[in-house]
C-alpha cells in the first residue's frame, strides 16, 4: 500500500505508467525503473512511497477493483430495483465493461492472477473481488429461486465469466463482450422458472 502523504496526482500517473509498462513488456520485465520511465518520475518515488514493484502492483490492482465495482454499481442504479434479471445481466455487465477490456487492463489482470497465487496481499484482494461478484449474484438470484439452486446458479454465473473473460483474454481477437453476456443470459435463463421468466420478459 502506498504510504500516507502520497500526493494524489502522483498515485493514477503511477498507476496508469504500471499499466501501460505490464502492457508493453510483462510483468516480469517491468521493473521499477521502466515504470519510473513512463510516469516521468524518478525511481526513488516509486521506493519511497510503495516500497517497490509487488506494492505498485497491489496498488494499481486496487484501482482496477474499485473501477469494477464502481461499473457494477452504477449499472445497478441504472436498473429496475425489482427486474431481478436485468439486474443480474447488470452486474455481468459491469465485469465486460470496455473500461476492463483495455488491453492495458487486460495484462494487469493477467499478471495479477499469476502472482496472486505467490503474494498473500493479492490473494486477499481476489478473495475479495471473487466474494463480491458472488454476493451481489446471489443477493439477486435468491429472490427468485430457492437459496441452494441460487448458490449454484450464482458460482456458475461467476465460473462463466471468469472463463470467458480468461479464455478472450488470451485469444487474438480478444475479449467479445456482447458474445460473453449473450453466452451468460442463456445460462441465466435456462435456469429460471417460466413464471419469472415471463414475470420480466
Do not use: C
Amino acid at each position: 500500500m502506498p504510504k500516507v502523504g502520497m500526493p494524489a496526482i502522483r498515485k493514477p500517473q503511477l498507476i496508469d505508467a504500471t499499466m501501460e509498462a505490464i502492457n508493453e513488456v510483462g510483468l516480469q520485465k517491468a521493473s521499477v525503473a521502466m515504470i519510473s520511465r513512463y510516469a516521468g518520475v524518478s525511481p526513488a518515488i516509486i521506493n519511497h512511497y510503495f516500497g517497490g514493484k509487488n506494492s505498485l502492483l497491489e496498488a494499481t490492482m486496487r484501482s482496477v477493483l474499485q473501477q469494477l465495482s464502481e461499473g457494477v454499481r452504477q449499472r445497478l442504479d441504472e436498473t429496475d430495483a425489482d427486474d431481478v434479471i436485468a439486474r443480474v445481466k447488470a452486474i455481468v455487465g459491469g465485469n465486460f465493461d470496455p473500461r476492463q477490456l483495455d488491453s492495458k487492463v487486460v495484462k494487469t489482470w493477467l499478471a495479477f492472477w499469476s502472482q496472486a497465487m505467490h503474494e498473500p496481499s493479492l490473494y486477499r484482494l481476489q478473495r475479495v473481488n471473487e466474494q463480491r461478484l458472488l454476493s451481489h449474484l446471489k443477493h439477486e438470484l435468491k429472490r427468485v429461486l430457492p437459496q441452494e439452486q441460487a448458490v449454484f446458479v450464482a458460482q456458475s454465473i461467476a465460473a462463466l465469466i471468469d472463463g470467458i473473460w480468461l479464455r478472450g483474454a488470451l485469444a487474438p481477437s480478444g475479449i467479445d463482450s456482447d458474445l460473453a453476456q449473450r453466452i451468460i443470459t442463456d445460462y441465466l435463463e435456462r435456469q429460471l422458472p417460466p413464471d419469472v421468466l415471463k414475470k420480466y420478459s
